[in-house]
């Protein structure tokens, strides 16, 4: 019997993505039928190499994993999983027909959260997912708010560090670019001292929200870099569109119409450096960073509420 189409939905949740992992096309099918119907998103691996690939590109929510496969065993792909960042908290269960406590030892060792034993009871492997999904969806929930800046609702710059090393790892594997826009309120102490500081986290909310809402793409991230600073990564963009994006930002900002009697504008605005690099060819990250703030300086040295890059 499958379940109801609701069988696996958490409330409030999207479709969360399962990566069923075997090297027997069978076994995959057997796997499949459990969850049609179920709400979920299905992704199929039959070696352990598409399995790594698979989840470092589409990040599933868990990971079903045969332990004995021709090549890099089950074992061996889930301590690599557990070992790199970007996948460590992917809940993975053992689905096996070795049941001996030997090696269920070894697959909660290298990191599983459960061992199911083959033949499998369908509502086992359900119940058992689902109570995964559920757990790992309030340990995202915790991670989240641990990442977010409390005033303004964008990420912190702690989690702003930790994806920058993830998208410019990706982009070295990727041989891709990478560009990197900083932000910065003009004339933002005298916006406190005129109006106090309620009004200037008001300010600070209100451009947060508005530079979230002109990020279009899943993987752009903009976090609040500190004090009236806000920074944005951006994967697999070329300078053209980073510089073409931090004129839309700053133009969107403009267009929100705060009230500052003390900037030349008279209202709020953004300055924006803008820089670009492809990692493979420039290893220094460090340097990426310093390119967008001179740009960011020559912004604010230029007259302010402007976006500036090296290319123009």
């Known amino acids: 019997m499958n379940p109801t189409p609701e069988g696996l939905l958490l409330p409030?949740?999207?479709?969360?993505?399962?990566?069923?992992?075997?090297?027997?096309?069978?076994?995959?099918?057997?796997?499949?039928?459990?969850?049609?119907?179920?709400?979920?998103?299905?992704?199929?691996?039959?070696?352990?190499?598409?399995?790594?690939?698979?989840?470092?590109?589409?990040?599933p929510d868990l990971v079903l994993l045969d332990m004995c496969m021709p090549g890099l065993g089950g074992i061996e792909v889930c301590a690599r999983l557990k070992a790199e960042p970007a996948t460590r908290d992917i809940p993975v269960i053992f689905i096996t027909a070795l049941q001996d406590e030997a090696n269920e030892t070894r697959a909660l060792d290298a990191g599983a959260v459960d061992f199911i034993v083959k033949p499998f009871n369908p509502r086992v492997v359900r119940a058992r997912v689902r109570t995964h999904l559920t757990l790992k969806a309030q340990a995202d929930q915790l991670r989240r708010l641990a990442l977010v800046d409390g005033l303004t609702g964008v990420y912190n710059r702690r989690h702003f560090d930790e994806q920058f090393v993830l998208e410019w790892r990706r982009a070295q594997r990727e041989g891709s670019t990478l560009s990197l826009?900083?932000?910065?309120?003009?004339?933002?102490?005298?916006?406190?001292?005129?109006?106090?500081?309620?009004?200037?986290?008001?300010?600070?909310?209100?451009?947060?929200?508005?530079?979230?809402?002109?990020?279009?793409?899943?993987?752009?991230?903009?976090?609040?870099?500190?004090?009236?600073?806000?920074?944005?990564?951006?994967?697999?963009?070329?300078?053209?569109?980073?510089?073409?994006?931090?004129?839309?930002?700053?133009?969107?900002?403009?267009?929100?119409?705060?009230?500052?009697?003390?900037?030349?504008?008279g209202v709020v605005t953004l300055s924006l450096g803008v820089a670009t690099a492809q990692p493979q060819l420039v290893h220094d990250a460090d340097a990426l960073f310093a390119r967008a703030d001179a740009q960011l300086y020559r912004a604010k040295s230029e007259g302010r509420a402007r976006a500036c890059s090296e290319e123009g």
């Open 12 to 59: 409030g949740a999207q479709p969360p993505r399962l990566l069923l992992v075997d090297d027997q096309p069978a076994n995959i099918h057997a796997l499949h039928q459990v969850f049609v119907g179920s709400g979920c998103r299905l992704l199929m691996a039959t070696h352990g190499e598409q399995a790594l690939a698979l989840c470092r590109e589409r990040l």
């Open 181 to 265: 826009l900083i932000a910065d309120i003009d004339h933002f102490k005298a916006y406190n001292d005129r109006f106090g500081h309620q009004a200037g986290d008001d300010c600070l909310r209100r451009v947060a929200q508005q530079l979230q809402a002109g990020l279009r793409r899943p993987g752009d991230l903009v976090a609040r870099w500190g004090g009236e600073e806000f920074a944005c990564v951006l994967p697999r963009t070329e300078a053209v569109g980073a510089r073409h994006l931090a004129r839309l930002l700053e133009t969107s900002v403009r267009a929100l119409a705060l009230e500052h009697p003390d900037s030349p504008l």
